[in-house]
């Protein structure tokens, strides 16, 4: 199975700045086929993107997303207090589906 | 709109079973795959395996092979986890999730709120 490593573990930025969260895999991704999840505490994930570019409904611009093969990069414009929580990338291009072990975005 | 509904908390004994359900209502439930999600206190997100009700046919990850159970009910849209053989390391958050993309290896829109299953003596 493809492992997924987050890094940093813990991220400290100010609202208007830029958030870049980083997810490497283990072996190329089928299709470059990653998602991206924000979690806050007690609530479950919230999809925000998918196919390694592609915004989920609703989500803002402000979020985004690229990467190809084992390199993948989620990140947030003009921070907002709201965006604080935990960032999971999960790769969905084979079976099992595996996740990373996340980045904690403190604001 | 989907919504995905699950039981409720749940303490169990080491040894024991438990049995978590996800209801689910809006999009099309049958041609969906459901996944199961497990989260351990202050972890992070492990897939557990799936079923796509209209084929009836569950498939899982190889670290729960041995002692999950994922079934559906086509006519009340419910799927459900057993989890037997319970220890402390099952303390856990489990989700249902709505698969979307390819079926074998979905992303996830659509969460259940989370049943919080906890192992104590």
């Known amino acids: 199975e493809i492992v997924l490593t987050q890094s940093p573990g813990t991220l400290s930025l100010s609202p208007g700045e830029r958030a870049t969260l980083s997810c490497r895999a283990s072996?190329?991704?089928?299709?470059?086929?990653v998602a991206w999840y924000q979690q806050k505490a007690g609530q479950a994930p919230r999809l925000l993107i998918f196919d390694a570019s592609n915004r989920a409904t609703g989500i803002p611009d402000r979020f985004s997303a690229s990467g190809s093969g084992t390199e993948f990069t989620l990140t947030i414009s003009r921070l907002a207090p709201e965006d604080s929580g935990m960032y999971f990338c999960?790769?969905?291009?084979?079976?099992?589906?595996?996740f990373g072990g996340g980045t904690n975005l403190e604001l | 709109q989907v919504l995905l509904v699950q039981s409720g908390t749940e303490v169990k004994k080491p040894g024991s079973s438990a049995k978590v359900t996800c209801q689910a209502s809006?999009?099309?439930?049958?041609?969906?795959?459901i996944s199961w999600v497990r989260q351990a206190p202050g972890q992070g997100l492990e897939w557990m395996g799936k079923?796509?009700?209209?084929?009836?046919?569950?498939n899982y990850a190889q670290n729960f092979q041995d002692r999950v159970t994922i079934t559906a009910d086509k006519s009340t849209g419910t799927a459900y986890l057993e989890v037997t053989g319970l220890t402390s390391e099952d303390t856990a958050v489990y989700f249902c999730a709505r698969g979307s993309g390819l079926v074998m290896s979905p992303y996830f829109e659509y969460w259940g709120q989370g049943t919080l299953v906890t192992v104590s003596s």
């Open positions: 809006g999009g099309t439930f049958n041609s969906s795959a």
């Open positions: 072996q190329s991704v089928n299709y470059n086929f």
């Open positions: 999960q790769q969905h291009g084979s079976s099992p589906v595996t």
């Open positions: 079923i796509i009700p209209i084929l009836g046919s569950s």
